[in-house]
């Protein structure tokens, strides 16, 4: 419900939000402008006697004087029987130059309050104001739940390039967005008069008159005693009638002021709704508050981008709707398929699992998960692949799930499996997903195998679930599921470095850099000094596709593109046919692959320190942050592998980098040496210091197994405990990331 309520108003109203949102991006360098032309005198320097009778030392002829918001002073003048306006500068009374205001700035005015249509116009700015409100309230709504609370909404963002750079632009603008959206309203609310503005109290004209002679401005009391800051407008009396009088406007009301006397005549106060109206109308426009002009119009313009990402998304998981072939009823299948999904992507790996299912002859229904029904009178596996959303939520087309399942009468002899998918860098990691296995149990049905997690729509990870579920139901399950990958690009290896024979953890690091260039657009960047490698840091990943399988493997970069180098660091595993690809490579052979970002995991900026830890080849990635750590920020590395002498990764290099500072500590542990150790039991025993890291705001960053990652996990809950902290704490601070596999 709140992603339509933001996207439907978002895709019917973006030509005009986008418009009201350009064309007030214009307006807002008016005041901006106006200021920086406008010499403005102290409060208390200069009152408007004074003003008015520097005024006539060069303009004998003046009829008004007029103060703009921004401080620029106007007088309208006659002069041999023609008239004319001029700015001046208020300390001399001297004109500045003929004040001729913008046309394009006066037609962008009327085409922001109107769009040129008078009256009609207005009421669809109205409309537009109103649609910029509630997708600004939508919006944020959806992105504090999708960060986990209204108090995460300055977390780091992820998703794709599009839902990040929605998001972010949408986090910079939203306090200015709301406030050009409501005062919005409200003026467009005061032009059709349904609130007052406060204009219709103006004091009547005065009847008793001194009369006589007119005495020098400058010694009117009542111009005397308003300060020229708080003018507005000073009109003057016509100068061939005695009775007549100047008419004032200032900040505070208007009134008349006898021409002979000095006395304020007929003076009328603005009340609580004038107030109001001038004061909201001051924050819609920034007139009389540059600054926050500013800060609207670079609010503004986050729309443009904000409604072409927003459309792309929408387009994106419009595509990605769900279209499944051989979607048997509810009532006849053999295996019920329900999917909880966000953004549709859980979708392409149900249609995986439901094709696979149907080759194996199997009647598959696949359906959301808040389609359930009691009627599955034919089926003997319940499957759910659900992810979750932002702080252990249902996504959206399971957030009915729960209640249904209460309701509904299942069959006891269904047994049934979960798989969630969700971010590990989350501290909720598929939550959603054991919140439904736990319902699913405690309704009395019984577990076809125990709930599994995929971090970051792994398509390895869920095709070892799909050969566990397939041994479990008696078929041969080979789920290869291939998401739109990026276009691939062709590198070449030139450096092997080999480790780990002795301890039969047969390692390489492995150097590729672009292949021979092909193109002329290739030979020019080679030319200025390009490497023809691809934007990367370390700690991306990059995929490649061996031969003979259509899946992608991915591995973490140990280089960044400055490096020169695309560096990977690879175990060959029995059977691994990526693994044995790569091992047996030669020098100055090809590959094919792609670059997958993954900003959520590197070192944050700063000088606080970073704690590394790995195991295996997870140290590749933690290399490649110490090897860019030309600000010498503080480093600790703690590592694991097998043997010393056998299948220390990258020990040359660590070496150096304590030499040069790059590492500040190197704590490591081998397994095949003596009693062996693991790298969580360094963690443990260097307990006093890992307190000390954190205390001064240190970052963890983890690589490596899974295995390892949760005895990791354990061990630093237990460092942790005496400061009444814990890894999901971390998690919840952005301080504890993970790169698992």
Same mark, same amino acid.
């Given at each position: ?38 010499? &403005? ?27 703009? +918001?921004? /401080? ?5 003048? #006659? ?34 309050? #109107? ?43 992820? /998703? ?48 008793? &008159? ?6 020098? &401005?400058?010694?009117? %009391? ?86 072409? #990402? ?30 909880? #999904? ?41 499957? &759910? ?186 175990? %060959? ?12 490579? +030669? ?19 700063? %000088? ?12 590749? +990635? ?29 020990e040359p290099e660590l070496n150096d980098y304590l030499a040069d500072q790059r590492l500040t500590a190197l704590q490591t542990a081998f397994s095949r040496v003596n009693n062996g150790s693991y790298v969580q039991e360094r963690i443990l025993g260097d307990a006093l210091q890992m307190r000390r890291l954190i205390e001064t705001g240190a970052q963890v960053l983890v690589c490596g197994s899974r295995d390892m990652a949760k005895s990791v996990m354990l061990a630093l809950d237990v460092v942790l405990a005496p400061m009444n902290l814990s890894v999901v704490t971390l998690k919840s601070q952005g301080r504890y990331r993970e790169d698992v596999y």
């Amino acid at each position: 419900m709140l992603r339509r309520l933001h996207s439907l108003p978002g895709l019917f109203a973006a030509l005009l939000v986008m418009l009201l949102a350009i064309s007030g991006a214009v307006l807002s360098l008016n005041p901006a402008l106006e200021r920086l032309d406008s010499p &403005v005198p102290a409060a208390g320097q200069l009152n408007v006697a004074e003003l008015a009778g520097r005024v006539a030392q060069f303009y004998p002829n003046a009829e008004q004087i007029q103060r703009t +918001p921004s /401080g620029s002073v106007i007088v309208y003048y #006659s002069q041999d029987g023609d008239t004319g306006i001029d700015r001046i500068d208020p300390a001399s009374g001297k004109g500045i130059g003929a004040y001729a205001p913008s046309e394009f700035a006066g037609w962008v005015k009327d085409l922001h309050r #109107s769009l040129l249509l008078d009256t009609t116009g207005r009421a669809i700015a109205g409309i537009g104001a109103l649609a910029m409100l509630l997708l600004s309230l939508s919006g944020a709504a959806m992105l504090a739940k999708r960060l986990g609370g209204w108090r995460q909404l300055l977390r780091p963002l992820r /998703g794709s390039f599009n839902q990040r750079w929605h998001a972010e632009a949408g986090r910079f603008a939203l306090l200015g967005l709301l406030l050009s959206s409501l005062t919005a309203l409200y003026l467009s609310a005061a032009t059709f008069g349904l609130v007052s503005d406060g204009t219709q109290s103006e004091p009547d004209f005065p009847t008793a &008159v001194a009369g006589g002679r007119a005495a020098p &401005v400058t010694s009117l %009391k009542a111009l005397q005693a308003v300060d020229m800051n708080d003018l507005r407008e000073l009109v003057y009396p016509n100068p061939q009638d005695p009775n007549d009088v100047f008419t004032l406007s200032t900040a505070q009301g208007d009134g008349f002021v006898d021409q002979a006397s000095g006395a304020l005549l007929s003076y009328q106060a603005h009340d609580a709704r004038r107030r109001t109206y001038e004061f909201i109308y001051q924050l819609h426009t920034g007139e009389g508050l540059w600054w926050l002009g500013l800060i609207l119009g670079a609010s503004a313009l986050c729309v443009p981008l904000m409604s072409i #990402s927003g459309a792309v998304i929408w387009w994106q998981r419009r595509q990605a709707k769900p279209r499944i072939a051989h979607n048997s009823p509810a009532q006849t299948a053999d295996t019920v398929i329900l999917v909880g #999904s966000e953004n549709n992507s859980t979708w392409g790996f149900a249609r995986t699992l439901h094709s696979a299912l149907v080759a194996a002859g199997q009647r598959v229904h696949s359906a959301p998960m808040n389609q359930l029904t009691r009627d599955y009178r034919n089926a003997r596996q319940l499957l &759910v692949l659900t992810a979750t959303y932002g702080d252990g939520d249902a996504p959206a087309s399971a957030n009915q799930f729960l209640g249904l399942l209460n309701k509904a009468s299942l069959d006891q002899n269904l047994k049934f499996a979960v798989l969630g998918f969700g971010d590990r860098q989350f501290p909720q990691f598929c939550q959603f997903a054991r919140h439904t296995e736990a319902a699913l149990l405690e309704r009395g049905l019984t577990q076809l195998q125990e709930l599994d997690c995929i971090d970051r729509q792994s398509a390895q990870e869920f095709a070892r679930w799909g050969k566990t579920l397939g041994a479990r139901l008696g078929v041969e399950l080979n789920l290869l599921h291939t998401p739109r990958q990026p276009a691939t690009r062709q590198l070449q290896l030139i450096e092997r470095v080999e480790y780990g024979e002795q301890a039969d953890a047969l390692t390489c690091v492995l150097r590729f850099k672009a292949s021979p260039a092909h193109t002329a657009t290739e030979r020019v960047l080679r030319r200025f000094g390009s490497s023809g490698l691809p934007r990367f840091e370390a700690g991306d990943l990059v995929g490649i596709v061996p031969p003979g399988s259509p899946l992608p493997r991915l591995y973490s970069l140990a280089s960044s593109r400055r490096d020169g180098v695309l560096e990977i660091c690879v175990r %060959k595993h029995a059977q691994g046919l990526c693994s044995g690809y790569l091992h047996d490579l +030669p020098v100055g052979g090809c590959i094919e692959g792609f670059i997958q970002h993954n900003p959520d995991f590197r070192p944050a900026s700063g %000088k606080a320190p970073v704690i590394l830890i790995g195991a295996g080849t997870g140290i590749g +990635p933690l290399a490649g942050f110490i090897r860019n750590n030309s600000e010498r920020q503080p480093m600790h590395l703690y590592w694991g592998g097998r043997n010393p002498d056998s299948d220390f990764l990258y020990e040359p290099e660590l070496n150096d980098y304590l030499a040069d500072q790059r590492l500040t500590a190197l704590q490591t542990a081998f397994s095949r040496v003596n009693n062996g150790s693991y790298v969580q039991e360094r963690i443990l025993g260097d307990a006093l210091q890992m307190r000390r890291l954190i205390e001064t705001g240190a970052q963890v960053l983890v690589c490596g197994s899974r295995d390892m990652a949760k005895s990791v996990m354990l061990a630093l809950d237990v460092v942790l405990a005496p400061m009444n902290l814990s890894v999901v704490t971390l998690k919840s601070q952005g301080r504890y990331r993970e790169d698992v596999y």
